[in-house]
């Protein structure tokens, strides 16, 4: 018999969707790339889409989670805050106990 468990967490502030997997595996981009556009394109997303999906982020949460630079010499850029970078740390921890909770309720379930 081949049994798995599916889910998916997400954190909600004041009934509005704040972080999910999603938004931390483009948080993740945008930290491994310096820059949404690149971060975006990385996802097979638009940038337009990672925008308002940032915007919302930083809208939501009571710091910023992400700055960015205007473009010069060097271009601009989008990188994340240190309390972003905690808040995905944080997201992670959560998921992986979840899913380690999760295997451990299935395996009861299947023993019976």
């Not at 990672?50 to 949460?61: F, G, K, P, R």
């Not at 905690?86 to 451990?104: G, H, R, T, Y």
Request: overall charge positive; proline content about 2%; glycine content about 10%.
């Amino acid at each position: 018999m081949n049994c798995k468990v599916k889910s998916r967490i997400w954190i909600e502030l004041d009934d509005k969707e704040f972080l999910g997997e999603g938004k931390v595996r483009l948080l993740k981009a945008i930290d491994q790339t310096g820059s949404l556009s690149k971060a975006a394109k990385s996802l097979g997303i638009s940038y337009k889409k990672a925008w308002h999906l940032i915007d919302s982020v930083n809208n939501t949460a009571k710091k910023p989670v992400t700055v960015n630079s205007i473009g010069g010499k060097g271009g601009g850029g989008t990188k994340l805050t240190p309390y972003g970078k905690a808040l995905v740390k944080a997201f992670e921890e959560m998921n992986l106990k979840c899913w380690d909770f999760l295997d451990i309720q299935l395996e009861k379930i299947k023993s019976l």
